[in-house]
Structure formats: structure tokens, C-alpha cells
């Protein structure tokens, strides 16, 4: 065990020596991969709440599709299955696009992850107190500066403990990013473990890692939910 840290641990937490691996790989997959999903899901959750059919249907069937089948497969289609298509491969920016792992590996997540916010912001629009819209535009609030202002505001302060939960789950999903080649935690300890055959302590190594990062990310969002969610809780 000693030795295989002594060897790994810099694996393990940043660097190969020539690559960022491990730890920080995870920690810039997920990050990169919320922010682009937690961005395109408040204009995704507007549309999905939308009254006019031609807008809600598109979205969704988008958050059906990639909630209805397995991240994995999803990852495989970005990194194998679109590169495949000659179309793709004689235009230089997608061909660039697509023959880079890294961001086959982002593109996927972001999608994924994407589509479970959007709902989680959906179902947070649609509970909201109707008493509250009906002040805001007795106030003169309406169109975008509804949702501006009053609406989103209140639906992401309220979906926090829901989106919580999804983070978590992207976390431990990213360790499917071994697949496209992506150096995360998982990999270095397949990596460890091929060359050491230290199979319980390679990816014991790996489980403490992923779970000190649950719990940090638990804390965080535990913080948050005091600061931001007080005025939910029972009057003194």
C-alpha cells in the first residue's frame, strides 16, 4: 500500500508528469461538464415549462432521450459513433472537435447532465407559489423580466437540494470517462492496478478519493441550502 502510493500518489491526485490525471482530470470534467449543462438548462427549463407546444416539445423529447438511455452509450456515440460519419470528418473544425477525446468526453457529460437539470429547474418553475407571479405582475413584472426577477430567482434557490443530488451522481458518473482514454481517477487506478496487481488497495485508493470529494461537495451544497433556503424553514 505504501508503495504503491509512494509511487501513484501524484497519479492519483494531478499529474503523470506530463499529463493532468487523476483527481484534478475528475475535478475539470465535472466542473466544465455542470458549467455548460447548469448555463444551457435555464433557457432548456423555461422552454420546457412553455405553453406553446412547438417550444416544450423539442426539449422535451431532448431530456427524454438522454435521461431514457445510459450515459455510457451516450459517450460512446460522441467519441466513436459521430466521428464515424464521413460528413463530420470533412468539415476541419468537427473533425478537430471529434477526434479529441477530452472534448467528446465534456460534450457527453454536458448533455447529460443538462438534461437532468432542465427538468430539476421545470419542476421547480411549475411549483411555485402561484401567488407569487400573480404579485410580481400586479407589480408590473412580465416577459423575460418575470422570470428575471422573480421566477428563476426563486426556482434555483428551491431546486438546490435536488440539483445537489445530480452533481453527486455526475461526479461518480465521470468515472465512465476511462473510456475515452480520459486519464481520471478511475483510469490511473486500472492503471495502478495492471502494473502493481494491488487490486484492493488501487482501487481502495480511488473510492477514498471519490468519496472525500462527496462529502466536500455534500458540505458545500448543505452551506448553501442554510444561507440560501432559511426562509423555507419553520418561523421562531
Keep these: 500500500m505504501i508503495e504503491l ?24 470534467l465535472l466542473s466544465a461538464s455542470l458549467a455548460f449543462g447548469f448555463v444551457a438548462s435555464i433557457p432548456l427549463s ?19 432521450l438522454f435521461r431514457g438511455t445510459p450515459l455510457y452509450i451516450q459517450l460512446l456515440i460522441c467519441y466513436t459513433g459521430i466521428y464515424s460519419i464521413a460528413a463530420v470528418r470533412e468539415q476541419p473544425l468537427l473533425d478537430a472537435f471529434f477526434r479529441d477525446a477530452m472534448n467528446c468526453t465534456i460534450l457527453a457529460f454536458a448533455l447529460n447532465t443538462c438534461a437532468y437539470t432542465t427538468e430539476i429547474f421545470a419542476g421547480a418553475i411549475r411549483s411555485m407559489n402561484h401567488g407569487e407571479i400573480e404579485a410580481a405582475k400586479a407589480y408590473g413584472l412580465h416577459g423575460w423580466k418575470l422570470y428575471a426577477y422573480i421566477i428563476m430567482p426563486s426556482a434555483l434557490r428551491r431546486s438546490l437540494p435536488f440539483y445537489s443530488n445530480e452533481v453527486i451522481l455526475m461526479l461518480h458518473s465521470t468515472t465512465v470517462a476511462f473510456t475515452a482514454t480520459v486519464p481520471d481517477i478511475l483510469k490511473v487506478a486500472r492503471d495502478a492496478n495492471s502494473a502493481t496487481y494491488l487490486t484492493f488497495q488501487s482501487f481502495g485508493i480511488a473510492a477514498l478519493i471519490y468519496l472525500c470529494v462527496t462529502f466536500t461537495l455534500v458540505g458545500l451544497f448543505r452551506l448553501a441550502e442554510r444561507r440560501w433556503l432559511a426562509f423555507l424553514g419553520p418561523a421562531h
Design 46 to 64: 423555461i422552454a420546457r415549462v412553455s405553453r406553446r407546444a412547438w417550444i416544450r416539445w423539442p426539449v422535451q423529447f431532448y431530456t427524454y
Design 5 to 28: 502510493l509512494q509511487e501513484y500518489w501524484r497519479a492519483f491526485l494531478y499529474t503523470d508528469g506530463t499529463n493532468i490525471t487523476g483527481l484534478a482530470m475528475t475535478m475539470w
